[in-house]
Every structure is written in structure tokens, then in C-alpha cells.
């Protein structure tokens, strides 16, 4: 059973910064690709970043130089950071996981990826 479970998220001002983890379990963690996504009140879950299993990386042009995304394969763990934040980054956002085989990579379509965690909720105050 694959799990994925967001923390780090809150409320912070703008400019502020956040950093979100995603702990995953249940499979080999160095065989999935992993990304975060967003999705605010009424607009469509959008693909922030995504990283590889050698840790290539792809971000949305939203977030460029301004978000990082990483992980820690000895962890089972994948990280965004989020700096310089903006009230428009708020939203719930979601750590996903595909298999390596599973479908081109990278992506940040949303149908791309077949595990998902709960969310954590990203507030950014003006």
C-alpha cells in the first residue's frame, strides 16, 4: 500500500517562506517519480514541481527561482521549498508519486501520477 503524508504546511505572510515534506512508505522509494501540486478554491489542481529519480527537476514558470523541490531517497522523503512567497501561492498543495515506468516523465499533468497524499493547506497573507 503506497502512502504519502504532506506536513510543513501554515500560514505566512507574503515574502515569507515554507518548506513542505512528504514522507512516503510502502514501496521502494528510489523507483517513483515524485511531484507537488496545488489546487486553490475553485481553479484546477496545477502542477508545481516535479523531480526525478535522479533528482532532474522541473518546475512550473509560476515558481521558478523562487521554489525548490528535492529528496532524500534515504528518507523516503521529498521536500519544496517555497520562498519569496506570494498570496497567489495559496492553496492546498499535494505530494504525488509515479512509478519510473509508469508513463513519460517529466510531467506535471496531474492524471500522470496514480498516488496522492491528503494535502496540507498553504495560506500567504498580504
Known amino acids: 500500500q503506497v502512502q504519502l503524508v504532506e506536513s510543513g504546511g501554515g500560514s505566512v505572510q507574503a515574502g515569507g517562506s515554507l518548506r513542505l515534506s512528504c514522507a512516503a512508505s510502502?514501496?521502494?522509494?528510489?523507483?517513483?517519480?515524485m511531484a507537488w501540486f496545488r489546487q486553490a478554491p475553485g481553479k484546477e489542481r496545477e502542477g508545481v514541481a516535479t523531480i526525478g529519480t535522479t533528482s532532474s527537476t522541473v518546475y512550473a514558470d509560476s515558481v521558478k527561482g523562487r521554489f525548490t523541490i528535492s529528496r532524500d531517497n534515504a528518507k523516503n522523503t521529498m521536500y519544496l521549498q517555497m520562498n519569496g512567497l506570494k498570496t497567489e501561492d495559496t492553496a492546498m498543495y499535494y505530494c504525488?508519486?509515479?512509478?519510473?515506468?509508469?508513463?513519460?516523465?517529466?510531467?506535471?499533468?496531474?492524471?500522470?501520477?496514480?498516488?496522492w497524499g491528503q494535502g496540507t493547506q498553504v495560506t500567504v497573507s498580504s
Open positions: 510502502g514501496y521502494t522509494y528510489s523507483n517513483v517519480q
Open positions: 504525488a508519486a509515479k512509478w519510473r515506468f509508469s508513463g513519460r516523465w517529466p510531467t506535471l499533468a496531474a492524471g500522470a501520477y496514480g498516488f
